[in-house]
């Protein structure tokens, strides 16, 4: 026998048992709930619970099917087979809190993929694990305290002015709502925040609004993206990114200049980037940023915060001009406050505004931008009553999207009712009824100030403009499928008149 032939029959082995090892491993994983007796659904052989391959909205949909289904079994959790990936669907709320509060340092990790040897940038607060998360966010934490976003109050104020004046120069009546929060989030975001130059309210296409786009940044294939959800070991030997090589660079040289230009010339105004530079140049190397780590995580404050809040200010406007009395409600009680403020905008103006708070609540409550928020277990674990256990290593999820939407604890979950919120009914509700920006140690980080640009948004478009629905306006509101975060299909519009 020749040397040819003995090595392509050893060759032919050698595949065949890795297709026999992963096959095995496949099987295993697949059957997973069944060997430990969790509840579940039967999976699928190639998709798990999924209906196909995409990790989007259909994913959203199952998730929260399931929760509805296994919720009414009174068991801490249930399992779901994500493609070939066991993951456990948790469906009471003592256990949610356990896992994101009571007991994080044992669910401290996201689940999410990172390439630490193709892409340094995928290492933000976002992905980061471990001590490794815990040192970075020691860091940056401080930049999102209530002293230091009164810091960057004015800027705010000032591109919600400007908002007022982009719709002032469209001269139309039905505008794209959606359009223009983006415009209007993205320059408070990167204009003011982050001091680069944007301007997207007066030129609407600009670059950052395309890579600050989901879809830009993660233009995959649905085979690249559940390789890296499912198997991870899989898409790293192939070198598999979440960041494009394009937007690294983008990043780069914007957010590089501005810190050149902060540690050179000094901006005048205050900004997030005076501050990462005063980290950066901290006495102690300890608390340091380096260079890499600013661009990576302004980067990363960019994506976070443009659409996520983008989207809640148009589904908020959406429903104030498809529900009038609501706006009226709410437009009142804005101008009463600013009167007693001598039509001055302050914080403490803002605090006031109740209803505005509700109104916000109720509209991340009917649209909440991440269905779910995942935790990877540190060690087993083992529930209360009744005792079921999560192995090390097991992914977990928290089905926010289906909680908000639960009939039994939002009765008529369907309907927009910001009176949910009202003093007193919130605080009889679970903790864990009302997470959409998640909870315990890993909650976001740019929670308040997400928060402050909306209602500084909404006040000042309130006050100078009546919005309703029109022959334009989609009814019910159409979702982006394709997204895995809860955001509009495209074009939302509405009538808009001045108030003057
Ligand atoms: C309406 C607006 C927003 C919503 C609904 C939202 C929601 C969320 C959620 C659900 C998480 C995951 C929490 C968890 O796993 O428990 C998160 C994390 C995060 N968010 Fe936000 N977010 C918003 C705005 C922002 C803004 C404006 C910024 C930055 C300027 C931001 C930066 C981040 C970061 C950096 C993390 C990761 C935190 C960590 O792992 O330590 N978010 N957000």
Known sequence: MSNLVIYLGLLLFTMLLIIIIILGKIHQRRNL?????????????????????????????????????????????????????????????DLAQDILVRDADKFSDRDSYHNKVDDTFSENLWNLEGEEWRELHRKLAPLFTMEKIQKVFPNIVQEADELVDALDEMDQEVVDIYDLCQRYIADVIADSLLALECHTLQKPISEFRVYGNDHVTKPRSKVAVALMECQRFVARAHHLTQTLEEVIDFFYSYIGAAVLEQEHNKYERDNFIRQLVDIKNEKEEKNRLSFDEIVANSALFFTAGYDTCASTMTFALYELGTKRHIQKKLREEIMQVLEKYNDELTLEAIDEMKYLDMVISETLRKYPIYPYVERVANCDY?????DFKILKGMTVLIPIEAILRDHDIYPDSFKFQPERFEAGKATRRHPMAWIPFGDGPRSCIGMRLGQLMIRIGLITLLTNYEFYGCHRTPVPMRIDKKSRLLRPEKDVYLRVLSLE
């Not at 007796?37 to 052989?45: F, L, R, V």
């Not at 083992?382 to 009744?386: I, M, N, R, S």
């Open 382 to 386: 083992h529930t209360k009553e009744p």
């Open 33 to 93: 709930w069944q060997r430990l007796g969790i509840p579940h659904d039967e999976p699928g052989y190639i998709f798990g619970n999924l209906n196909g391959l995409s990790l989007a909205r259909p994913f959203a949909n199952a998730i929260r099917r399931t929760y509805n289904k296994y919720k009414l079994h009174r068991i801490p959790f249930c399992g779901f087979v994500m493609l070939t990936k066991p993951i456990a669907i948790v469906t009471d709320l």
